[in-house]
């Protein structure tokens, strides 16, 4: 069967799965073959401030430049951990956190504009019922047309607004406090919603956590290893350290 042209290829259709040159892929394997040095040395502070650079934005050159450490370390750390899903991630859920955030923006923009107009009948109408009841002239020409100029651009924008306005499923929060770039803290009764960047560092950090104690424990049983090596004779017997 003949493939259709006008359908793309899976390989069109996959997605990227790093950000890393192969360049950078290079320097990675020749770190690894030179012992990772220098990767003890970076402490869990450290692991959580690389990743909030990298999800703000910044390069890998420019995380090695902030913190002062290899670039190699650095790239190393975020194919092992594998930064770019989690950048990804982070940015489809703050996509669909900015697309609810705009449609209560816009409801709020609606019901201010609902207020504005209340206003405006309430100013307005008095003077035109006056003028029904009386059908005095003098009442009639105290009606600013500027103000009904107000009034009907306000309706006209209101009218704009709900054209475009969504309904929401969900509950907006009671809170929301900004903390920063990508950190916000959202407050409902007793719930507390942090933001998918700090949740997603909290959950490399842990992986980060779990790394370094089998690195550690490598290490120990390594200079164990040694230390036997070192007490034993040339045929196999322990050295006895009373001789």
């Known amino acids: ?49 690389m990743m909030q650079l990298y999800l703000g934005g910044k390069t890998y050159t420019q995380i090695s430049q902030i913190m002062r450490c290899q670039k190699d370390t650095v790239l190393y750390l975020a194919k092992k951990f594998n930064w770019y899903a989690m950048r990804m991630e982070y940015l489809a859920d703050l996509e669909k956190n900015l697309s609810k955030r705009m449609i209560e923006a816009k409801l709020s923009s609606k019901n201010f504009l609902l207020e504005l107009i ?29 103000e009904v100029d107000k009034y009907l651009k306000t309706v006209e924008m209101l009218h704009k607004i709900s054209g475009d306005v969504r309904t929401i499923q969900e509950k907006a929060p009671m809170i929301g406090l900004h903390l920063g770039e990508g950190v916000t803290v959202q407050r409902d009764g007793d719930k507390i919603d942090i933001s998918p960047k700090e949740s997603a560092i909290k959950s490399k950090l842990k992986e980060w956590a779990d790394f370094r104690r089998m690195e550690d424990e490598k290490t120990a049983k390594s200079k164990s290893d040694i230390e036997i090596n070192r007490n034993k004779k040339p045929d196999g017997d322990e050295v006895n350290e009373d001789e």
């Open 118 to 146: 209340s206003v405006w009948e309430k100013k307005i109408g008095r003077k035109l019922e006056g003028y029904l009841r009386s059908d005095n002239e003098a009442i009639a020409s105290e009606i600013d047309l500027k």
């Open 1 to 49: 069967m003949s493939k259709n042209p006008l359908l793309p290829s899976l390989e069109a259709q996959q997605a990227p799965t790093t950000d890393m040159t192969p360049v950078d892929l290079k320097r990675i394997e020749q770190f690894e073959a030179n012992g990772k040095m220098g990767l003890a040395t970076v402490t869990t502070v450290e692991m959580e401030r």
